[in-house]
């Protein structure tokens, strides 16, 4: 569990499947200047790059059309509108393999797999906006990242298809983060991501995030914990906490099969 030291956090903060005709409709989602203005000078910080936000990928959910708006309805003005829950994944063959000469580290496979899964699950994807719902071409992954100092800053990762140039990056931004100090670099602004934690000393059973009062946020929450079993047949609790205007256990329910299936098969 060595890597748990590196890339340990606190409670936080593609290939995707063809999308259906419904999404295909762009939206603006930058309708002032002002707005616009801040897209152009954001900066990915870990790429030297002037990509812009992914945000600005997203198109409108076609309501009228959707089968779950009358769900949507119902569960908007909830006070607290999210649900979480927790299952235990097979690691068994991630570890093993993980621990292979070159080989990403087992945090790094984990992100990457379960990015995958997320943006396979159209809706991990789907995020309020205003009166109504975008869906993303593409989500990424945010994360707290245990700093050298023992303090945590935040730390943002490019999905990518290709786990070799995901992995490249991702150990950057890891390198990176665990040598920052000072203040938290949030991006407020974004709603293309996952939110992610890891709680390394706890196989928990349940698990409840910090919130503050914001009726827009719809960021899903994805927190690994401890592994824990023989070897060859290790288990991890993932927690998973979605907003549920967006979907239901069953959408989750296929995240966790997506994630395992790609656990498994991992070499």
């Not at 993980?98 to 496979?109: C, E, G, K, Y």
Request: glycine share 6%.
């Amino acid at each position: 569990m060595t890597f748990f030291r590196a890339h340990c956090v606190l409670t936080a903060g593609a290939d995707a499947k063809k999308m259906p005709e419904r999404t295909q409709q762009r939206v603006d989602l930058f309708p002032n200047a002002a707005c616009f203005r801040v897209l152009i000078a954001w900066i990915n910080p870990h790429r030297q790059s002037n990509r812009l936000l992914p945000a600005a990928m997203a198109k409108p959910l076609d309501l009228e059309q959707w089968e779950r708006q009358s769900h949507f309805e119902f569960f908007r003005g909830y006070e607290q509108p999210f649900f979480g829950i927790c299952s235990q994944v097979d690691v068994g063959n991630l570890l093993e393999r993980t621990r292979l000469p070159d080989a990403p580290s087992f945090f790094v496979a984990s992100l990457f797999l379960s990015l995958k899964s997320a943006n396979e699950t159209e809706e991990f994807r789907y995020r309020l906006r205003g009166d109504g719902v975008v869906v993303h071409d593409v989500i990424h992954g945010g994360s707290t990242i245990l700093r050298d100092d023992e303090t945590f800053g935040f730390a943002y990762f490019d999905y990518d298809p290709d786990l070799a140039r995901f992995a490249d990056q991702a150990e950057a931004v890891l390198e990176k983060a665990r040598r920052g100090t000072g203040p938290l670099d949030e991006h407020p602004e974004r709603d293309d991501l996952i939110h992610y934690s890891v709680i390394p000393w706890l196989a928990f059973t349940s698990f409840a995030h910090a919130r503050k009062r914001n009726p827009t946020d719809s960021v899903p929450k994805i927190v690994f914990g401890k592994y824990h079993g023989e070897k060859g047949a290790e288990k991890m609790p993932v927690s998973v906490e979605v907003h549920h205007a967006l979907m239901d256990g069953l959408h989750v329910s296929r995240f966790f099969d997506r994630f395992q299936t790609g656990l498994n098969a991992f070499s």
